[in-house]
């Protein structure tokens, strides 16, 4: 079973504008961590944000935030004013626990930025 | 900022032959990991290793095997290589707390024709 999912294949926005992805885990740990990662045109995978489950404040960097809904297991990622750079593929991770060593991907959605 | 540096970037290898693709990190991390990244799949995990002389299967391991001789080095061998192993690999690297993130090399695009 896919513990992350993220169903949106590809969005296409206009530039400047906010734009929500999202991601829905599954788990059975009460202390998990959720990554959000940006994939260039260029095969780069780069980290963006993190949000540490236990913590109720959604997490913000730069133009980058999370909407964190933990009843509903899930962790949207919002870009403000977007930017044509931004065009790149998003993945969602997760990792259980403390200590367990394996993170868990979506399967990505491909952003488009249109000027 | 961590460095992880994969070789070789490209390959193309035949079908029942032996390839190994590399990987170095020069963070001192203690967990090293190979992912294929495949359309329609995103990454899924080959095999990772929670640091020199460990090794452990993950979620596709099936035609791999993976060596860690040291802190800093992470392998990955396909002893007979098959078209379906066609893919774009990603090593990573990480420390050993949960709430840290991955650092991804830049690829190693294979084909096996």
């Known amino acids: 079973a896919q513990k992350v999912t993220q169903t949106q294949t590809s969005i296409s926005v206009m530039e400047k504008t906010t734009v929500t992805m999202d991601c829905v885990y599954e788990?059975?740990?009460?202390?998990?961590?959720l990554f959000w990662y940006k994939q260039t045109a260029s095969g780069e995978i780069v980290f963006l944000i993190r949000q540490d489950s236990y913590k109720k404040e959604n997490a913000t960097v730069g133009h980058y935030s999370l909407n964190f809904q933990k009843p509903k297991s899930s962790i949207g990622l919002i870009i403000t004013a977007t930017q044509i750079e931004d065009s790149a593929v998003y993945f969602c991770?997760?990792?259980?626990?403390?200590?367990?060593?394996?993170?868990?991907f979506g399967k990505g959605t491909s952003l488009t930025v249109i000027p | 900022e961590a460095a992880v540096t994969q070789s070789p970037r490209n390959k193309v290898a035949v079908t029942g032959g032996k390839v190994t693709l590399s990987c170095n990190q020069t963070?001192?991390?203690?967990?090293m990991y190979w992912y294929r990244q495949d359309t329609g799949h995103g990454l899924r995990l080959i095999h990772y290793?929670?640091?020199?002389?460990?090794?452990e299967k993950g979620d596709i391991p099936d035609g791999y095997k993976a060596s860690r001789p040291s802190q800093e080095n992470f392998s990955l061998i396909l002893e007979l290589a098959t078209p379906s192993q066609t893919s774009v690999y990603f090593c990573a690297s990480g420390r050993r707390i949960s709430n840290e993130r991955l650092f991804f090399g830049h690829g190693t695009k294979l084909s096996v024709l």
């Open positions: 290793s929670y640091g020199a002389g460990s090794t």
């Open positions: 991770a997760m990792r259980e626990g403390w200590g367990y060593q394996n993170f868990y």
């Open positions: 963070n001192n991390h203690n967990n």
């Open positions: 788990t059975q740990d009460s202390s998990y961590f």
